[in-house]
């Protein structure tokens, strides 16, 4: 069973920038691959990014030259640096991971971004 802890979040003014962190535990760090999502009020959650088991990383057009996925194993974390934030990033951001035919989740960290 993974338990993933997600930390970071805060208020931040427009243009600012936050690194957001999930610590995993209960599995193979190495192994798993990592996401985020966000989720804003009143809307469905969206994908954000993702970083493979070997490093490749991938993220959705609207954050696309901004957010920076990146994973250090050792201790078992990964982490989501935004930059440029924008208002629209506003909302809860969680980390997810699937294993073993299983979805895990965080509890979120709230990003709220001030215009």
């Known amino acids: 069973q993974v338990k993933l802890v997600e930390s970071g979040g805060g208020l931040v003014q427009a243009g600012g920038s936050l690194r957001l962190s999930c610590v995993a535990s209960?599995?193979?760090?190495?192994?798993?691959?990592m996401t985020w999502y966000r989720q804003a009020p009143g809307k469905q959650r969206e994908w954000v990014a993702t970083?493979?088991?070997?490093?490749?990383?991938s993220y959705s057009d609207s954050v696309k030259g901004r957010f920076i996925i990146s994973r250090e194993n050792a201790v078992k974390t990964t982490y989501l640096q935004m930059n440029s934030l924008k208002p629209d990033d506003t909302g809860a951001y969680y980390c997810y991971v699937f294993e073993l035919g299983a979805n895990y989740w965080g509890q979120g960290t709230q990003v709220t971004v001030s215009s």
């Open positions: 209960g599995s193979i760090f190495s192994s798993l691959g």
């Open positions: 970083i493979t088991s070997t490093g490749s990383t």
